[in-house]
């Protein structure tokens, strides 16, 4: 063999496996990408959970508590803006992910001003279909506190991925963008103050 087709076949095959381990590096970070927008679909399929529980939680006390129309409109207006604001996970960024986060801060709000609201109805809270929604509620927020921190953990192994050199290269090369968080609510940092 010549020196010069050596040469062309030493190049080629380092072309080739440049271009092997830039496709094993970018098909590493699109499948970490989808893991978050699966870890965000998680989360929104908890949320959807909570709002479906909403309508059945709101007939059941309007039955008892004619008279907290207000708490009870509350409620609805706020579960109607939470299921409005949607994220696309492809272009998640932390305005839209603390406004996400606000509206449904917003829908449990609500809900703890309606289940304070019903300690007044003691029949209320004796009711059968009550305590099985409150306990489907109670059961869904553990979800969404769950699932949001597993989204937590997979932006974060996300992000960590494409900033990390030289995958943070082929990242900006192929518009591969940091993910946002969820972070605590305001006023979580302080504990409450308890009174007796």
């Known amino acids: 063999m010549k020196k010069g087709t050596i040469v062309l076949l030493s190049i080629v095959g380092i072309i080739v496996i440049l271009f092997l381990w830039g496709m094993g590096q970018y098909n590493g970070m699109v499948k970490a990408d989808e893991t978050v927008g699966k870890s965000w679909a998680n989360v929104e ?13 709101v ?37 839209s992910l603390a406004k996400y986060q606000a509206a449904q801060a917003e829908v449990g709000s609500a809900l703890n001003r309606l289940l304070v609201t019903v300690e007044k109805y003691p029949d209320l809270k004796a009711n059968q279909n009550f305590l099985e929604l409150q306990a489907q509620l109670e059961g869904t927020e553990n979800r ?21 050199f030289p995958k943070n290269m082929i990242a900006g090369l192929c518009g591969f963008e940091k993910k946002a968080y969820f972070e605590a609510e305001a006023g979580a940092e302080k504990a409450p103050s308890v009174q007796f």
């Open 144 to 164: 969404i506190s769950v699932e949001r921190q597993r989204f937590n953990e997979t932006a974060q192994s996300y992000n960590t991925m494409i900033r990390q």
């Open 45 to 57: 399929s908890q949320y959807q959970r909570r709002s479906d529980l909403i309508p059945n939680l």
């Open 59 to 95: 007939q059941t006390v309007k039955g008892y508590a004619k008279h907290e129309e207000g708490t009870l409109t509350a409620v609805v207006e706020a579960r109607a803006k939470a299921t409005q604001t949607v994220i696309d996970p492809s272009h998640m960024t932390q305005q």
